[in-house]
């Protein structure tokens, strides 16, 4: 009986064990989670900011555009890859919960790159702050929000998020010049009609 006794003990202290062991353990790991809505039909605005230049890509009846840039058209692979790739970037892990570390990842005010988008509203949906990585060129580092936690992300997306309007736009190609028609010409002479 006491055998039963002690091995209960030690079955009773080693799931214990086991159960601190995994609530220490989650507090170094995240759920991954998207940094953006999900639903982007509702997204009629980006405004993208880095270094101090910025850019918006304004969605009017079905188009998008570039605002200040009435010149460009926006490249079609440029949308796609912003709605496909940038605004599908997901977080994982947490890299630290401490505003004081944010230059160290690029993602303090000045180094890092802002995204915002908005709805047709112009009410703001979200607002992320992305950082290069040193040592990982296949991710960023991003801040959502106001919040002070920095997370790594699944995707590098930085390089997506030009703030150069050509990168985004082009000009349309010039019409091509309207064959003359015959109609508007005058007829020519006939030899011998000289009044």
Do not use: C
Not at 169 to 194: L, N, Q, R
């Amino acid at each position: 009986m006491s055998n039963l006794k002690w091995l209960l003990i030690g079955i009773a202290v080693l799931l214990g064990l086991y159960a601190l062991l995994q609530v220490r353990e989650s507090g170094y790991t995240t759920p991954s989670g998207s940094v953006f809505p999900e639903n982007t039909d509702d997204i009629y605005k980006v405004e993208m900011t880095a270094e101090g230049d910025s850019l918006t890509l304004q969605k009017k009846d079905l188009e998008w555009t570039i605002v200040g840039h009435d010149t460009l058209k926006v490249r079609d692979h440029r949308i796609t890859a912003l709605f496909e790739q940038v605004l599908k970037v997901s977080r994982e892990t947490a890299m630290t919960n401490n505003s004081d570390n944010w230059s160290k990842y690029a993602v303090d005010d000045a180094a890092g790159t802002h995204v915002k988008v908005y709805n047709a509203k112009d009410e703001l949906l979200a607002h992320a702050v992305f950082g290069r990585s040193s040592t990982d060129w296949a991710r960023n580092y991003v801040r959502i929000g106001d919040g002070p936690e920095v997370y790594l992300t699944d995707r590098s997306i930085v390089y997506q998020v030009s703030t150069d309007a050509t990168f985004w736009g082009e000009k349309p190609p010039e019409p091509a010049p309207a064959a003359a028609d015959s109609s508007d010409v005058a007829p020519a002479p006939a030899a011998g009609d000289e009044g």
